[in-house]
Nanobody, 127 residues
Framework: QVQLVESGGGLVQAGGSLRLSCATS????????MAWFRQKEGKEREFVAG????????YYADSVKGRFSISGDNAKNTVSLQMTGLDPEDTAVYYC????????????????????WGQGTQVTVSS
């Protein structure tokens, strides 16, 4: 069974940096877009960043723009999220997602568009 596996979460002080990575496990999948979502305690899942492989276009939530950067390898179906300037408000479980659609500025934000999901990795930012 194909799964996405996230790594790189942890505890960091405010202003610090972390790099999350996501890889495919258990087989190969054909995807056109990958993304990161996060879920804060007691809140709904929210879009963080996305990328489509067709044009390499990237999309970001306003709350992370300028601080986070998404990148990846189309051939390997891997995606990373470089997070800088972390704030306690960034504390959440971060999920990797992959889908067989070409993400646009609108569709990248819709979690139902994605077929594959990871188990999540905890990011905690202390003040």
């Amino acid at each position: 069974q194909v799964q996405l596996v996230e790594s790189g979460g942890g505890l960091v002080q405010a202003g610090g940096s972390l790099r999350l990575s996501c890889a495919t496990s258990g087989g190969t999948i054909s995807t056109l877009s990958m993304a990161w979502f996060r879920q804060k305690e007691g809140k709904e899942r929210e879009f963080v960043a996305g990328i489509n492989w067709r044009g390499g276009n990237t999309y970001y939530a306003d709350s992370v723009k300028g601080r986070f950067s998404i990148s990846g390898d189309n051939a390997k179906n891997t995606v990373s999220l470089q997070m800088t300037g972390l704030d306690p408000e960034d504390t959440a479980v971060y999920y990797c997602a992959a889908g067989s659609f070409v993400a646009t500025r609108i569709s990248a934000r819709v979690w139902k568009m994605y077929t594959y999901w990871g188990q999540g990795t905890q990011v905690t930012v202390s003040s």
